[in-house]
C-alpha cells in the first residue's frame, strides 16, 4: 500500500506564490507517473501538471509559464511551485502517483488534497 501526503497549501492574495509537496510512503519499487489535479466548487477535477520519468512534463494552459512541476527521486516526493497565482486558481489541489512495488503490484494513489484560495 502506497500513502500520499500533500501540504502547501493556504490563503494567498493574487500575484503570490504558494509551493505545494506531496511526498509518497510504502513499499514503492518504482515511480513513473507523479500529477497534480485541481478541483474547484461545482466543477470537475482537471490535471494541472504531469511529470514522468525523467523530467518529460506537461501543464494546463492555464498555468503554462506560472506553474512548475518537479520532483525529487530519493524522496519520492513531487513539488508545485505556483506563481503569480490568480482568483480563478482556487481549488483543492490533489497529488496523483503511479508506479509499482516491490511485490510486482502496480499502484494509483491520490492525496487527500489541500486547499488553495487565491483572494484579497
Known amino acids: 500500500q502506497v500513502q500520499l501526503v500533500d501540504t502547501g497549501g493556504g490563503l494567498v492574495q493574487p500575484g503570490g506564490s504558494l509551493r505545494l509537496s506531496c511526498a509518497a510512503s510504502?513499499?514503492?519499487?518504482?515511480?513513473?507517473?507523479m500529477g497534480w489535479y485541481r478541483q474547484a466548487p461545482g466543477k470537475e477535477r482537471e490535471l494541472v501538471a504531469t511529470?514522468?520519468?525523467?523530467?518529460?512534463?506537461n501543464y494546463a494552459d492555464s498555468v503554462k509559464g506560472r506553474f512548475t512541476i518537479s520532483r525529487d527521486n530519493a524522496r519520492n516526493t513531487v513539488y508545485l511551485q505556483m506563481n503569480s497565482l490568480k482568483p480563478e486558481d482556487t481549488a483543492v489541489y490533489y497529488c496523483?502517483?503511479?508506479?509499482?512495488?516491490?511485490w510486482g503490484r502496480g499502484f494509483d494513489s491520490w492525496g487527500q488534497g489541500t486547499q488553495v484560495t487565491v483572494s484579497t
Open positions: 496523483n502517483v503511479r508506479g509499482s512495488t516491490h
Open positions: 511529470i514522468h520519468s525523467g523530467t518529460s512534463t
Open positions: 510504502g513499499s514503492i519499487f518504482n515511480i513513473n507517473f
